[in-house]
Structure formats: C-alpha cells, structure tokens
C-alpha cells in the first residue's frame, strides 16, 4: 500500500545482483537479494519511507525504471554493479532522473582491481558507501533519509 506522506525511495540493483547469495561468495558473501530487499523494507518501515526495490541486468530496463522514477520518487540508494564503472547513458538517465541518491557498493571497489575505482557516478552521488555488505544498503536509506528530512 502507497502512505501519501511517507517519501517514495528507489532502492535500484544493476547486472549480476539478482545472483547475490551464490555469485563468488567469498567476494559478494551468502545473503542474497531477497535479503537486501527484506532489509531495506524494514528500514524503510522504521524511517517511515515508501521503498520499492527493482534489479535489471538490462541497462535499458534500469534506464527507463529511472526516468519512471522521475517525480515519483523522492530519492534513490543505486548499486549500478558493473555499470558504474562503464555506463555513461546510466549517469545521463540518474542526472535526467533529478533524484538524490546514495552509490552502494557491497564490496570495498577500491581495494580490488583498478577499473573497478572508476565510478561514472560518485561525484554525483550525495554519498558513497562501499564495502559494508549489504548493511550499506540500510545506511544508504539512513543517509538518504536525513537529506530528505533537511529538504522537506
Ligand atoms: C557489484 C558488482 O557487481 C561489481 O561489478 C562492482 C559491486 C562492485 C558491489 O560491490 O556491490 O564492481
């Protein structure tokens, strides 16, 4: 059920996310995507906001999820996976997009291989998070939630 005054937020996961759980789970860890979502829908309860959860692994599909999310949601936690590093038509649809939003990495990028500390999104992304597992996910939404609080 959609509350009117509670803050619609995106939680948006790019290619390979929906394998969580069994992808290198020495890299990526054993939850899965059902679990990210489980942990957002909590979170999203007690910092009463609205979150609905997509994965694509189809940039077209995460694309046109974002420019649906255009005056419909009010913010946006993005783990774009591998297409942070390469997709410039995912930054152009974020930026088209007008949403605030949080970059989650699971991982640390930046202790792993060199073109994975390239992202095409973080210097406009309100903040970054990477390395905290899945609870990133869960911070994102608390940092999304302050922003969003301050603007209202
Ligand atoms: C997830 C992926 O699928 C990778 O392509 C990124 C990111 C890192 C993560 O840590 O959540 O490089």
Redesign the pocket.
């Known amino acids: 059920m959609i509350d009117a005054d509670r803050l619609r937020v995106l939680v948006l996961n790019?290619?390979?996310?929906n394998m969580l759980g069994t992808r290198e789970p020495a890299i990526?860890g054993t939850h899965t995507l059902r679990d990210v979502e489980e942990l957002v829908a909590t979170k999203g309860r007690e910092l009463g906001l609205d979150v609905t959860c997509f994965q694509s692994n189809s940039e077209g599909e995460l694309i046109d999820t974002l420019h649906a999310a255009r005056g419909t949601h009010a913010g946006l936690v993005l783990?774009a996976?591998?297409l942070?590093?390469t997709s410039v038509v995912l930054r152009d649809a974020v930026a088209a997009s007008e949403l605030p939003f949080v970059e989650?990495?699971?991982?640390n990028?930046h202790k792993?291989e060199p073109f994975?500390h390239t992202s095409l999104l973080s210097d406009v992304a309100h903040a970054v998070i990477?390395g905290a597992g899945i609870r990133g996910y869960a911070f994102g939404l608390e940092v999304l939630s302050d922003l969003l609080g301050q603007r209202r």
């Open positions: 790019g290619p390979n996310l990526y783990n996976a591998g942070t590093h989650v990495h699971i991982t990028v792993r994975r990477a």
